[in-house]
Protein backbone atom coordinates (compact mmCIF):
# COMPACT_ATOMS: atom_id res chain seq x y z
CA UNK A 1 0.00 0.00 0.00
CA UNK A 2 1.25 3.05 -1.01
CA UNK A 3 2.20 6.06 1.66
CA UNK A 4 -0.52 8.25 0.27
CA UNK A 5 -2.93 5.94 0.27
CA UNK A 6 -2.34 5.47 3.65
CA UNK A 7 -2.17 8.76 4.25
CA UNK A 8 -5.86 9.59 2.87
CA UNK A 9 -7.13 6.78 4.81
CA UNK A 10 -5.71 8.40 7.90
CA UNK A 11 -7.10 11.38 7.00
CA UNK A 12 -10.82 10.13 6.57
CA UNK A 13 -10.71 8.59 10.06
CA UNK A 14 -9.15 11.73 11.86
CA UNK A 15 -11.63 13.62 9.99
CA UNK A 16 -14.83 11.29 11.11
CA UNK A 17 -13.12 11.93 14.54
CA UNK A 18 -13.17 15.36 14.50
CA UNK A 19 -16.67 15.55 12.82
CA UNK A 20 -17.88 13.05 15.50
CA UNK A 21 -16.90 15.98 18.35
CA UNK A 22 -18.21 19.11 16.55
CA UNK A 23 -21.18 17.41 16.37
CA UNK A 24 -21.08 16.46 19.85
CA UNK A 25 -20.45 20.13 20.86
CA UNK A 26 -22.78 21.75 18.77
CA UNK A 27 -25.44 19.57 20.53
CA UNK A 28 -26.46 17.82 16.61
CA UNK A 29 -28.99 15.31 16.35
CA UNK A 30 -27.09 11.10 16.29
CA UNK A 31 -26.62 11.05 12.71
CA UNK A 32 -26.18 14.68 11.23
CA UNK A 33 -23.42 15.41 9.64
CA UNK A 34 -21.05 18.33 9.63
CA UNK A 35 -19.87 20.24 6.51
CA UNK A 36 -15.86 19.46 6.78
CA UNK A 37 -15.46 22.96 4.80
CA UNK A 38 -17.45 25.07 6.50
CA UNK A 39 -14.88 27.06 8.96
CA UNK A 40 -15.12 26.34 13.10
CA UNK A 41 -16.63 29.78 13.35
CA UNK A 42 -19.42 29.53 10.97
CA UNK A 43 -20.29 26.58 12.78
CA UNK A 44 -21.05 28.56 15.26
CA UNK A 45 -18.07 27.10 18.07
CA UNK A 46 -16.62 29.61 20.05
CA UNK A 47 -13.34 29.86 21.70
CA UNK A 48 -14.50 27.30 24.61
CA UNK A 49 -15.85 24.88 22.01
CA UNK A 50 -12.44 24.65 20.09
CA UNK A 51 -10.72 24.11 23.31
CA UNK A 52 -12.93 21.40 24.18
CA UNK A 53 -12.72 19.78 20.59
CA UNK A 54 -8.67 20.02 20.84
CA UNK A 55 -9.26 18.11 23.87
CA UNK A 56 -11.22 15.50 22.35
CA UNK A 57 -9.43 15.07 19.25
CA UNK A 58 -6.40 14.91 21.43
CA UNK A 59 -8.07 12.27 23.49
CA UNK A 60 -9.46 10.31 20.55
CA UNK A 61 -6.39 10.39 18.88
CA UNK A 62 -3.78 9.67 21.21
CA UNK A 63 -1.31 12.32 20.53
CA UNK A 64 -1.95 16.17 21.94
CA UNK A 65 -4.05 18.69 19.21
CA UNK A 66 -3.08 22.29 20.98
CA UNK A 67 -6.35 24.44 20.18
CA UNK A 68 -3.82 26.82 17.80
CA UNK A 69 -3.72 24.04 15.30
CA UNK A 70 -7.71 24.47 15.08
CA UNK A 71 -7.60 28.32 14.46
CA UNK A 72 -4.26 27.64 12.05
CA UNK A 73 -6.47 25.05 10.31
CA UNK A 74 -9.71 26.45 10.36
CA UNK A 75 -12.20 23.22 9.00
CA UNK A 76 -12.29 19.88 9.46
CA UNK A 77 -10.75 19.02 6.37
CA UNK A 78 -8.09 21.30 6.71
CA UNK A 79 -7.30 19.93 10.31
CA UNK A 80 -7.62 16.31 9.39
CA UNK A 81 -5.14 16.59 6.56
CA UNK A 82 -2.45 18.53 8.82
CA UNK A 83 -2.97 15.69 11.45
CA UNK A 84 -2.49 12.59 9.25
CA UNK A 85 0.85 14.59 7.81
CA UNK A 86 1.79 14.81 11.29
CA UNK A 87 0.91 11.70 12.18
CA UNK A 88 3.05 9.91 9.07
CA UNK A 89 6.02 12.40 10.19
CA UNK A 90 6.15 10.68 13.69
CA UNK A 91 5.58 7.00 12.16
CA UNK A 92 8.48 8.20 9.94
CA UNK A 93 10.64 9.32 12.96
CA UNK A 94 10.88 12.53 10.97
CA UNK A 95 9.26 14.57 13.56
Keep these: M ?3 SVTAGNERSIAAKL ?3 VAEDLELPSGQRVDRRTT ?3 LGLDSASIVSIAGKASEQL ?3 VPPEWLFDHPTI ?3 ASF ?3 QTDLHKDGHA
Design 2 to 4: STE
Design 19 to 21: ESA
Design 40 to 42: FVD
Design 62 to 64: GTE
Design 77 to 79: QQL
Design 83 to 85: LAQ
